[in-house]
């Protein structure tokens, strides 16, 4: 089971922290990403930490959020984290947070999770 939580109302240029716990059968995810759709969209990859054992991982990115966007991972509380700098109004989106064991090929595919949490929406004002 996985909760999503840190949405919230911020305007273009603010900043916001997205977490994201686990909890149940944790053992079969290997990797946590953050998926985001906007009203109207598909729902789009924005990113991702794949870990082998341990703490840390390695980070991937949407194009579209990279340099501005950071995840990491405290492996003592099952949580990741989605730092999120210099918002802009495009952020706008329900954020949903996902657990599994993605290959690298499918690590920004939604396929890739088998465990999805409820949405935290984002609002970026202009």
């Known amino acids: 089971q996985l909760q999503a939580s840190g949405g919230g109302l911020v305007q273009a240029g603010g900043s916001l922290r997205l977490s994201c716990a686990a909890s149940?059968?944790?053992?079969?995810?290997?990797?946590m990403g953050w998926f985001r759709q906007a009203p109207g969209k598909e729902r789009e990859f924005v990113s991702a930490?794949?870990?082998?054992?341990?703490?840390?991982?390695?980070?991937y990115y949407a194009d579209s959020v990279k340099g501005r966007f950071t995840i990491s991972r405290d492996n003592a509380k099952n949580t990741v984290y989605l730092q999120m700098n210099s918002l802009k109004p495009e952020d706008t989106a329900v954020y949903y947070c996902?657990?599994?064991?993605?290959?690298?090929?499918?690590?920004?595919?939604?396929?890739?999770?088998?465990?999805w949490g409820q949405g935290t929406l984002v609002t970026v004002s202009s």
């Open positions: 996902a657990g599994g064991r993605p290959i690298l090929s499918t690590i920004r595919s939604r396929g890739g999770y088998h465990t």
């Open positions: 149940g059968s944790i053992f079969s995810i290997h990797a």
């Open positions: 930490i794949r870990w082998s054992g341990g703490s840390g991982g390695t980070p």
